[in-house]
């Protein structure tokens, strides 16, 4: 089956700002579209929309469809399920992608369970390619190769859906890159009547009071993070990654052991069911280096491993490794931190 239809984009709105996983996410579709040799769009559904597209724009895209409706903002299950649902039996793309938020998680399984399309959660790659059935031996060109942990970490799997569409795939925030494709990128812009894509039935639903509270913690954005992993041994010597973290100018991770074994709170959690970050530093600390965790983490520029298994998975990535307990390096490396930088 080769497709020419276009790759689109979901993008999240709140408080007139688009999301960042949105925008990683155009990035990320403006190279496997130029692959494909098809467009680039968007769909953006909200209220107050006007101008949206000079955010959406520069990130690579060519078209921007805007559904505007003030009972569409904030978001609810039906209207906006309905709004993709019936949008893309109209324009047929080959692949639509969503950020893996609340709000993604909650709509993508909609769409593609209505459309009969299949779904893909998570992906921490997304790449073009052709595939071979086994079975069949039919050929097909061009897929989008959804790559993701699976079996619990102890394989990568690439997902394909060679025959339905759209291909659909969700990526949370910090796995992609963002990155401006041009500033002075100029896009269609394509403004549809909402009654024509939501009938009055989708809503039911009305929200009556909405709570959104912020992170406290943000370890998505510090340059330096100190991570501890279940090695640690307990509670009190994560107090040792907060001394350093401190002194470095960084802030404190952990792995999803270590968050289960209760030695940090999860909303430090780094990995494939935490954030991704990607830091100027990483010092992995009793961090023994599963898939899910190195996912959230890769990307970072140097990475420092300090355990005392010289054979932990996360060796083979680091650019340093120190063999030894954290116990023992760790007031050594606060020491001769606080000795030079004088």
């Known amino acids: 089956m080769t497709d020419k239809n276009n790759l689109i984009v979901y993008c999240e709105i709140e408080d007139g700002h688009i999301a960042d996983v949105s925008l990683e996410l155009l990035t990320k ?21 006007d101008g949206v597209e000079n955010q959406i724009a ?20 039906n209207p906006h399920a309905a709004v993709l649902i019936n949008l893309f039996k109209e324009i047929k793309p080959q692949v639509c992608l969503m950020g893996a938020t609340c709000i993604g998680r909650d709509l993508g399984p909609r769409v593609s369970s209505s459309l009969h399309s299949g779904l893909t959660a998570d992906c921490t790659s997304l790449e073009i390619g052709d595939h071979k ?82 992170s406290k913690v943000n370890i998505k954005n510090s340059p330096i993070i100190v991570a501890g992993g279940y090695g640690m041994g307990s509670k009190e010597n994560f107090d040792l990654l907060y001394k350093l973290a401190e002194t470095l100018g960084g802030e404190v991770g952990a792995s999803r052991a270590a968050v289960d074994a209760g030695f940090c709170d999860h909303d430090r959690q780094i990995g494939q069911t935490g954030v991704t970050v990607r830091p100027k530093l990483y010092i992995a600390c009793g961090i023994s280096g599963q898939i899910q965790h190195i996912a959230g983490m890769q990307e970072s520029s140097i990475i420092i491993s300090i355990n005392n298994d010289p054979d932990a998975p996360i060796n083979t990535i680091a650019d340093f490794v120190i063999n030894g307990t954290a116990e023992d390096v760790i007031p050594k490396l606060i020491k001769y931190y606080k000795k030079n930088s004088k």
Do not use: W
């Open 133 to 214: 059935d086994p079975k069949t031996g039919k050929e097909y060109e061009n897929l989008l190769y959804q790559i993701r942990p699976a079996f619990g970490g102890n394989i990568v799997a690439t997902i394909v859906n060679p025959d339905c569409r759209p291909q659909m795939a969700t990526v949370r925030e910090g796995v992609m890159k963002k990155e401006v494709f041009d500033p002075a990128h100029k896009a269609e812009v394509v403004n549809l009547d909402a009654s024509k894509y939501v009938s009055p039935e989708d809503f039911v639903v009305e929200i009556i009071d909405r709570h959104i509270e912020k």
């Open 58 to 77: 520069p990130y690579g895209a060519d078209v921007v469809y805007k559904v505007s409706d003030k009972r569409l903002y904030p978001y609810t299950s």
């Open 29 to 49: 579709g403006r190279e496997l579209a130029n692959k494909l040799g098809v467009k680039l769009e968007a769909v953006v559904i909200g209220d107050n929309l």
